[in-house]
């Protein structure tokens, strides 16, 4: 059993190395050579030694933690992103703190105010945003905030996105070019940078291709709400013959929608795109013509982000828009005249 008087000056006797050895083992990203490294472990296992974590955090004044701020856990498309975020972090000594927030800024930043008494070391924003007044107050303070899959007019937050607008437009010349024309979009949520621009690109690429959206919806980035809003558009008699949902998970519950109460094929009755390519979105019984994040490339861009500003302890904004890619799946089809 561990014996919490164990102390590093103990290990160090035993192991034949200096104090600061000891320290250097059991601090990610120092450099201790093979040797001296197994000879201290060693000696921690024999005396039931544990590093006091807090102990040299108010020594040298970091944390080693990063709040993460998320609010749609339930979409697939974050589990996957906290996963690689804390697995990037580990390897270079950091921990993860997760907050849930609602998508209010008053209400997420009375969580950031919470995050803060933590005494993080930065903060990552999924999907999420926050006030002006609660930036500059982190900025103040030396704290990196980084928004992840989010941006913000304030010019002094720092973000990390796809190009949303990019994608909106490839997907409406997608359905445009596949002989689609009555065309649908299932909207997320409305104060969402992202929902902005994912609405405009499609639109622009319908303008370019001489067409109007032919009927809209808000889904709010909501599974039931997604729901409720298929079922509005399809429940006239001239329906659309595609539709984009703002992103996959929404565009999972309107095929659910579509096929089983409505009874409409997809994609002989329906095409349907998304917009994220999570996992799901390759399984057969989905098989979602989507666009995809680059989750991998937005996780180390965020990382590096926050590293470099806590390295230079002072703020480094930076924005990063990052290129995704168009995803042909079944879900989709091409027709030769409009019906």
């Known amino acids: 059993m561990a014996n919490e008087k164990v102390t590093s000056l103990e290990v160090a006797a035993l192991a034949g190395v200096s104090q600061s050895a000891v320290s250097r083992v059991f601090t990610a990203g120092s450099s201790v050579s093979q040797k001296t490294a197994e000879k201290v472990r060693a000696a921690a296992a024999q005396l039931g030694y544990r590093p006091n974590v807090l102990a040299r955090s108010l020594k040298s004044g970091k944390s080693r933690i990063i709040g993460l701020v998320v609010a749609y856990l339930e979409n697939y498309f974050y589990p996957e992103m906290v996963e690689r975020l804390s697995t990037e972090l580990q390897k270079v000594g950091y921990h993860v703190l997760i907050f849930l927030a609602p998508q209010t800024s008053v209400n997420v930043d009375q969580v950031i105010r919470e995050i803060l008494d933590y005494q993080v070391d930065g903060i990552v924003m999924a999907s999420v945003s926050m006030s002006s007044d609660l930036a500059a107050r982190c ?22 996105t796809s190009d949303n607008f990019a994608g909106g437009k ?71 013959d595609a539709v984009f949902v703002a992103n996959d998970h929404m565009a999972f519950a309107v095929m659910d929608v579509l096929r089983f109460e409505l009874g409409l094929r997809v994609p002989e009755d329906v095409s349907v795109v998304g917009f994220d ?63």
Request: glycine share 6%; charged share 20%.
């Open 139 to 160: 900025q103040e303070t030396g704290i990196p905030v980084v928004l992840f899959n989010r941006a913000h007019e304030d010019k002094n937050l720092s973000s990390v």
């Open 277 to 339: 390519d999570v996992p799901p979105a390759a399984w057969p019984a989905y098989n979602l013509t989507t666009y995809r994040q680059r989750v991998d490339q937005m996780v180390q861009e965020t990382v590096d982000m926050l590293l470099a500003w806590i390295a230079a302890d002072q703020p480094k904004v930076s924005r990063v828009v990052l290129p995704g890619e168009l995803v042909i799946r079944s879900s989709t089809r091409r027709i030769g005249i409009a019906r």
């Open 170 to 240: 490839a997907l409406a010349d997608y359905l445009c070019a596949t002989g689609h024309s009555r065309i649908a979009y299932i909207a997320g949520f409305a104060g969402a940078s992202t929902q902005a621009d994912r609405e405009a690109g499609f639109r622009a690429g319908l303008a370019d291709a001489g067409q109007d959206l032919f009927a809209r919806a808000d889904g709010n980035f909501d599974y039931r709400t997604a729901q409720m809003a298929a079922r509005t558009l399809f429940a006239t008699q001239r329906r659309p």
